[in-house]
């Protein structure tokens, strides 16, 4: 069984720039959610994906996008990159149910993000 | 808003002995809670979870005790072993919700 797997592991970017982070979820899950990991934080919920569509959105502002695609895997687009973007990118899948039950969410390695 | 919360950054403890790590929140609708664990460069990892109906939950050397009238939860490792070093994350979700609210961590170094 394949884990969760993201690439890539390490990105740098200038401000104003615009970055796409991508996620392979685990064989038999149809959920994706994104965290961002500040350093010294615990990782803060961006928003997940649900057989395709975006199913709840935390406290990021619109140049936060993604995607899931057919297979399930996903992409984090970052526009107009700020200094405070600066953080660990997690990507998350686990198995959800039509009726809003979520299993455990398992984490991939990450992406750093540095924005200079 | 800081929903759940690690008060402890960082705890030492000697090989064998027990570790204790503790989490509290804030939100009465959080109703199941679960422990990740993380090492240096990968991502966290799931330890163990517990949901609001029990008040522990016991895996091998992890034991989770969830006290909801306190709006408290903690840890318990043991015998804690030197793999055991790492980053601590107690995570919280509400019925049926898709949204993990993380702590800040607590980093646990085991001594030989």
């Known amino acids: 069984e394949t884990g969760v797997t993201q690439s890539p592991t390490h990105l740098i970017k200038t401000r104003g720039q615009q970055v796409t982070l991508r996620c392979s979820s685990q064989?038999?899950?149809?959920?994706v959610s994104w965290y961002q990991q500040a350093l010294g934080q615990g990782p803060q919920f961006i928003f997940q994906y649900y057989r395709e569509e975006e199913n709840g959105r935390g406290n990021f502002p619109p140049r936060f996008s993604g995607l899931q695609f057919p297979n399930y895997s996903s992409e984090l687009n970052v526009n107009a990159l700020e200094l405070d973007d600066s953080a660990l990118y997690l990507c998350?899948?686990?198995?959800?149910?039509?009726?809003?039950?979520?299993?455990?969410?398992?984490f991939g390695p990450g992406t750093r993000l540095t924005v200079l | 808003d800081q929903q759940v919360k690690q008060n402890s950054p960082s705890l030492s403890v000697q090989e064998g002995r027990i570790s204790i790590l503790n989490c509290d929140y804030t939100n009465s609708m959080f109703d199941y809670f679960l422990w990740y664990k993380k090492y240096p460069a990968e991502g966290p990892t799931f330890l163990i979870s517990?949901?609001?109906?029990?008040d522990k939950n016991e895996d091998g050397r992890f034991t989770v005790f969830l006290n909801k009238s306190a709006k408290h939860l903690s840890l318990h490792i043991v015998p804690s072993q030197p793999g055991d070093s790492a980053v601590y994350f107690c995570?919280?979700?509400?019925?049926?919700?898709?949204?993990?609210?993380f702590g800040a961590g607590t980093t646990v170094t085991v001594r030989a």
């Open positions: 998350a899948s686990s198995w959800g149910g039509a009726s809003g039950r979520r299993d455990t969410q398992y």
């Open positions: 517990i949901s609001s109906i029990k």
């Open positions: 064989s038999g899950h149809n959920t």
């Open positions: 995570a919280a979700s509400e019925l049926n919700d898709y949204k993990l609210s």
